[in-house]
Structure formats: structure tokens, C-alpha cells
């Protein structure tokens, strides 16, 4: 009697009613236990640890990236004004310093709220509409390009601004591309953003 009134507890509660039925868990969702009246689920966590791993480890990947991406541009741009410091500083100079630094300043931070959405391929992962994403479309390539500006304003090579001519129609271009993924993806709510921006 008391072993009858023992198993009636456990059906109660779920749990094996059996010897050793403890043992014999539910493989997949929705598999139901000899001897209990209760559905029990099987949460896969080795799964869910193992999905948790790759997007840790994916995550760490693109972080590693970005402070290595970051690490050479600071040693190039370090030798840039360890190498010409002593220059004479003329107008074109000190224009180039006026204009770099603070761009620069303003790619790092654009390139910081991008955060994980940044990739070298256009893609609509997620749209950013916070911080500088709140007034300019593309503000790493607007950055971009006045760093690199700046940088031949500083080393006194003005006619290197030439190469604008080619780099501004390929951003151009590429923003339109982006623009069209994100419009596909992202819809009413891609305009609506659109309709807030300064450019």
C-alpha cells in the first residue's frame, strides 16, 4: 500500500514511478514517459551550449579583428606624424591636421555603434539608427574619406586628392548596393529612417 500510495506521488509530481525510470529521459521534444501522466520536454542544452560557444567564439573573432584593424591604423597613422612632425608646418599641413583628427575621432565612434552589423560585403543584418546612424546614412565612408583627405592635406601631397575622382563614384555605388538590401529587408521602417537622416 505504502509503495502504491509512493507511486501515485511521483505520477503527481512527474517523476519516475518505476525503479531506475529515472534514467530513462526523453531524447527529443514532446516524448512522454512510461508511467506518468505529465508531458515532460527535453530542453536540449547541449545544444544550446554548443550554439552559445559558436556565437562566443564568432563574436570574440570579430572583436579580435577590430582591435587588430584598429592597432594598424594607429601605428600607421603614429609613424605619419612621427615622420613628418618635423616638417615645416605650412597652411596645407595644418589644414590636413584640422581635418583628419577630428574625422577621425568620428570614423572610430561610427565604427564603435556599428558594433557586429559591420562587414565588408553589404549585408542587413541589423539597422543602426542611433548616435551618428541618426543623422548620416554612411558616416564611415564620409569619415573615411576625410581622414584619408586629411592625411594627404598633413604629408603636403594636395594632388593625392585626385584619387577621389575614382573612390567617391565606388563608395557611391556601394551605398546605393547597401541601401537596396536594407530597403529589401527592412521596408517601411528603412524609409522611415531615410525621411529623419541629413544625408
Known amino acids: 500500500m505504502l509503495h502504491h500510495a509512493a507511486e501515485r506521488r511521483d505520477a503527481r509530481r512527474g517523476g519516475p514511478t518505476l525503479p531506475g525510470a529515472h534514467a530513462l529521459q526523453p531524447q527529443c521534444r514532446g516524448q512522454r514517459i512510461p508511467g506518468t501522466e505529465q508531458k515532460r520536454l527535453c530542453l536540449c542544452r547541449l545544444d544550446r551550449v554548443s550554439s552559445y560557444r559558436f556565437d562566443f567564439a564568432n563574436r570574440l573573432g570579430k572583436l579580435k579583428l577590430n582591435?587588430?584593424?584598429?592597432?594598424?591604423?594607429?601605428?600607421?597613422?603614429?609613424?605619419?606624424?612621427?615622420h613628418y612632425g618635423s616638417k615645416p608646418w605650412t597652411p596645407t599641413r595644418i589644414v590636413g591636421v584640422v581635418i583628419g583628427l577630428p574625422s577621425l575621432a568620428l570614423l572610430v565612434l561610427a565604427r564603435i555603434e556599428l558594433g557586429s552589423s559591420?562587414?565588408?560585403?553589404?549585408?542587413?543584418?541589423?539597422?543602426?539608427?542611433?548616435?551618428?546612424?541618426?543623422?548620416?546614412?554612411?558616416?564611415?565612408?564620409?569619415?573615411?574619406g576625410l581622414v584619408v583627405a586629411g592625411i594627404f592635406l598633413y604629408v603636403n601631397k594636395p594632388r593625392a586628392l585626385w584619387i577621389f575622382v575614382a573612390i567617391i563614384p565606388l563608395q557611391i555605388y556601394r551605398a546605393r548596393q547597401e541601401e537596396k538590401i536594407l530597403q529589401?529587408?527592412?521596408?517601411?521602417?528603412y524609409q522611415r529612417y531615410k525621411s529623419r537622416i541629413w544625408f
Open 67 to 82: 582591435i587588430l584593424t584598429l592597432v594598424i591604423a594607429l601605428l600607421g597613422l603614429s609613424f605619419l606624424g612621427i
Open 118 to 144: 559591420f562587414s565588408v560585403r553589404p549585408k542587413a543584418q541589423t539597422l543602426v539608427t542611433h548616435g551618428l546612424y541618426s543623422r548620416i546614412r554612411n558616416p564611415i565612408y564620409v569619415f573615411g
Open 184 to 189: 529589401a529587408r527592412f521596408g517601411d521602417e
